[in-house]
């Protein structure tokens, strides 16, 4: 370690050594949901829809054709590497599948222009929220990383109903600190000065949510 660098943390420990102890936060807030799963899901889609994304119903036998007919008949769409292959359509002339290795350090990571230059992306998700109609990506296999979810224009997230949570610390309980995480409230969207609504600015302009019954 650097002298300069001993010095400053020295004089940080020094200026810290007689700061008060920080209190315990209280926690009395609800950490546990009194609605059934139908509650909680009905909950959710109300949120979601009212963002303004598009959101749809599937079981694991017609979720190709759920997936296939939101991609359309022409299509170049980028999944992660750990996404069940059995959810997606077959491959045709004109609709294609490209997966993404999930690192940059790894081969078969795709850029940002060829992000840029596919039409969608399926991914699945950790948990959602349905308190405030969040959905977390915590950067599993099965969801990539932040690139490939943000890049895009269209997103196409599966959203396994055992996933869904009322209550925001029921969603936090499922995330893992040690990976990035995405919060998704629908579809991009901001607004400049005057107010104007502006789509796909930090994000996909289309949000397709496929609420999963396994």
């Known amino acids: 370690m650097s002298s300069a660098k001993e ?14 102890v920080a209190p315990e936060p209280q926690r ?4 546990v949901s009194h609605l059934n799963q139908e509650q909680t899901i009905e909950m959710l889609v109300d949120r979601l829809i009212d963002y303004k994304a598009n959101v749809f119903e599937a079981t694991e036998a017609n979720i190709a054709d759920v997936i296939a007919e939101r991609l359309g008949e022409t299509s170049h769409y980028v999944v992660p590497v750990g996404l069940n292959r059995q959810w997606l359509p077959e491959d045709t002339p004109t609709r294609t599948c490209f997966t993404d290795s ?8 795709l850029t940002v222009h060829q992000l840029d230059a596919v039409d969608a992306v399926v991914t699945s998700s950790t948990v959602s929220c349905a308190e405030t109609g969040t959905i977390f990506l915590n950067s599993n296999q099965d969801e990539g990383r932040r690139a490939i979810s943000l890049v895009p224009d269209h997103h196409i997230c599966v959203v396994p109903r055992s996933t869904v949570v009322e209550l925001v610390p029921e969603a936090i309980d499922r995330i893992t600190y040690e990976r990035p995480v995405t ?32």
Do not use: K, W
């Open 183 to 214: 919060m998704i409230s629908g579809p991009s969207a901001t607004s400049d000065i005057e107010l104007i609504r502006v789509e796909g600015v930090h994000g996909p302009r289309t949000l397709d949510v496929i609420i999963l019954d396994q």
């Open 28 to 31: 009395n807030y609800r950490r």
């Open 102 to 109: 999930g690192s940059t350090l790894e081969p078969g990571a």
């Open 7 to 20: 010095d400053i943390l020295a004089r940080i420990r020094t200026s810290l050594a007689d700061a008060p």
